[in-house]
């Protein structure tokens, strides 16, 4: 897809690592140091539209790019991992993405609850 920022980054094979049905890149504002994006390489808006093989893949690639950020720092001490499927849900690229955040320890005031977080003032219980 020509307008697709996603599109666009797979046209430049600019890649961390990739395998037949995706490739990781940098998010571009990450919401911590490492915070890495696993980008399906066919266009498709949501994840579970993927054909079984391609989230198997998409899938490995997230095992494959969070043992690269562990090795590549000592300070990370634990994973956010998200998808966001659509607008109700914050997605703002329409093309099959995977967050990996790496969270330290004191990176915020509370992460009690985590990925509870997509709805604030659910977050702790
Ligand atoms: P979403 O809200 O759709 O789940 O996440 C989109 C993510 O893509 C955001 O975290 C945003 O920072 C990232 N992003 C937006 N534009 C670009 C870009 O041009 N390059 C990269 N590498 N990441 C981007
Ligand atoms: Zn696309």
């Given at each position: 897809m020509e307008d697709c920022v996603f599109c666009n980054i797979k046209k430049t094979k600019k890649f961390i690592i990739e395998n037949k049905w995706a490739f990781a890149v940098k998010d571009?504002?990450?919401?911590?140091?490492?915070?890495?994006l696993i980008i399906s390489?066919?266009?498709?808006?949501?994840?579970?539209?993927?054909p079984e093989e391609e989230k198997t893949e998409a899938l490995k690639l997230v095992v494959k790019m969070k043992e690269r950020l562990l090795l590549k720092d000592a300070n990370i001490d634990g994973f956010n991992i998200g998808i966001n499927i659509g607008r109700a849900s914050?997605?703002?690229?329409?093309h099959v993405h995977i967050h990996i955040i790496p969270r330290r320890r004191g990176d915020c005031k509370d992460p009690t609850g985590g990925v509870r977080g997509v709805i604030p003032e659910k977050q702790a219980y």
């Open positions: 571009s504002y990450p919401v911590t140091k490492g915070h890495t390489k066919r266009h498709e808006s949501d994840f579970f539209n993927l914050g997605q703002t690229v329409p």
